[in-house]
Nanobody, 124 residues
Framework: QVQLVESGGGLVQAGGSLRLSCAAS????????MGWYRQAPGKQRELVAT???????NYAESVKGRFTISRDNAKNTVYLQMNSLKPEDTAVYYC??????????????????WGQGTQVTVSS
């Protein structure tokens, strides 16, 4: 019941920057956390960065110092600013949200949702 719409992917040269956006919609009580994951060809999906509603962040070691995750709680939107991009950052990036939504009785229930993915390609 939570829809995630991503934007901002594309093709960029090594050393360049991109900013990804992901907006959540639906009947939502609270979004507890949002994050970004990525999956490169032949590899498992991996965590890139997460952020809680209280603004606590977590980053993969490979992106620390280069990527910044942020959110706008009023808009239920999460961003990923990617700087100093490397070819190894090439992957499909997926938005994720952990949210509380109403169950059949109207009580909060925890759900996880995924976006459709957006391609990020970094050329050398």
């Amino acid at each position: 019941q939570v829809q995630l719409v991503e934007s901002g992917g594309g093709l960029v040269q090594a050393g360049g920057s991109l900013r990804l956006s992901c907006a959540a919609s639906g009947t939502i009580f609270t979004i507890n956390a949002m994050g970004w994951y990525r999956q490169a060809p032949g590899k498992q999906r991996e965590l890139v960065a997460t952020i809680t509603r209280s603004d606590s962040t977590n980053y993969a070691e490979s992106v620390k110092g280069r990527f910044t995750i942020s959110r706008d709680n009023a808009k239920n939107t999460v961003y990923l600013q990617m700087n100093s991009l490397k070819p190894e950052d090439t992957a499909v990036y997926y938005c994720n949200a952990d949210a509380l939504i109403p169950n059949s009785r109207g009580f909060p229930t925890a759900v996880g949702s995924w976006g459709q993915g957006t391609q990020v390609t970094v050329s050398s």
